[in-house]
């Protein structure tokens, strides 16, 4: 049975707001590693935040589920429903794609198309193809929703996501198209997200019930998949064990913390203007970040690489430092942009 809400949903804007942190929170401390060669022995501190952050996209995956299955009794066919989405998504992917592709990275070794189709153009866009093609089947998905909705659907679509997961953590990366492979590893928290939407109240009955459980089961798989990604990094010496955010015990995390923070953040009554903006704005920091981490670290990064490895263990600063600059900088930029009118249609 669906339930009915407002429109606005501060929760799930928080939820968004997290998901960007997280994102430029991998990023930034990913150049640690470069520093360091990936000797990750030498900082835990950065293995931690770097590693408890990977709920980001999964997460980033699961809201935009929540958020078409609330929006989609808006729209009255499949064409008004696509053009939304391509003024939305598309025309800024397109944008920045082209920004990256031709400005920062100066690509000449794949063409443009090639480049849009994979989301390569920069390593945070790889995604949004996978979005695109979600947000394009989604109508037909929500054509499913009785089926999906049905608890036993949920676990045996969730046995399928794990068993997947699996393969393509442990045994080997799944052998299709990056933005199809990124597709089987996340139809599962794509289609739970538009379940929960429609049953919002039902779960923060349950989560009620079990938050402590659910507190006490996030905390110990962040520090399970810091260790895993480590552990897992020494004995194959494969960068992919702590990169990867495509694994079982990182869909368990992602699910519990998400469950835990909807729950507490639907407590809060008063809808804060701040919230609302920081969330509208998010998807150009998304987009911008990137710029901005690469233009830092040209006037900063020279000085670090003199550094040695265990200099640049002992300078604990540098990761909450780094994050904060590049991401007060990227929501200024986004904020003096969103500014100026109708060029947000462009850039996100």
């Known amino acids: 049975m669906e339930e009915k809400h407002k429109s606005y949903n501060q929760a799930i804007d928080i939820l968004r707001i997290i998901s960007i942190l997280a994102v430029v929170l991998i990023h930034t401390t990913t150049r640690t590693f470069e520093m360091t060669q990936n000797d990750l022995g030498r900082i835990p501190w950065t293995l931690f935040l770097n590693q408890a952050s990977r709920f980001a996209v999964p997460l980033f995956f699961m809201i935009s589920g929540f958020v078409l299955e609330l929006s989609h009794q808006r729209y009255t066919g499949y064409l008004p429903y696509l053009k939304r989405r391509v003024e939305r998504i598309f025309v800024p992917y397109v944008f920045w794609s082209a920004i990256y592709f031709l400005f920062v990275y100066k690509q000449h070794n794949a063409s443009f198309l090639t480049a849009l189709i994979s989301g390569s153009a920069s390593h945070q866009l790889y995604f949004i193809p996978t979005l695109l093609i979600f947000y394009l089947i989604f109508p037909f998905i929500h054509k499913l929703y009785p089926y999906f909705s049905n608890n036993w659907s949920l676990v045996a679509l969730g046995g399928i996501e794990i068993r997947l997961l699996y393969q393509d953590y442990y045994v080997h990366p799944l052998p299709y198209f990056y933005p199809i492979s990124v597709i089987f590893l996340n139809f599962f928290v794509f289609i739970l997200g538009s379940v929960v939407a429609n049953n919002q109240d039902k779960l ?10 659910l507190i006490l089961i996030t905390i110990f798989m962040a520090g399970y998949i810091a260790w895993q990604g480590g552990r897992n990094y020494f004995e194959t010496n494969n960068y992919l064990a702590f990169y990867s955010q495509w694994r079982p015990s990182v ?7 998400a469950s835990i923070l909807f729950y507490f953040f639907k407590k809060i009554k008063t809808d804060y203007p701040i919230i609302k903006l920081l969330a509208n704005l998010s998807f150009f920091v998304f987009f911008i970040h990137v710029y901005v981490m690469e233009t830092i670290w040209k006037l900063v990064g020279n000085n670090l690489a003199q550094l040695t490895h265990t200099q640049i263990a002992q300078q604990i600063w540098y990761d909450p430092a780094f994050f904060i600059l590049t991401i007060g900088t990227s929501f ?6 969103h500014k100026i009118p109708y060029l947000e249609k462009l850039s996100g």
């Open 251 to 257: 869909l368990i995390y992602t699910i519990s913390l």
């Open 332 to 337: 200024l930029i986004a904020y003096l942009v």
């Open 204 to 213: 923060i009955k349950i989560v009620g019930k079990w938050k402590n459980l």
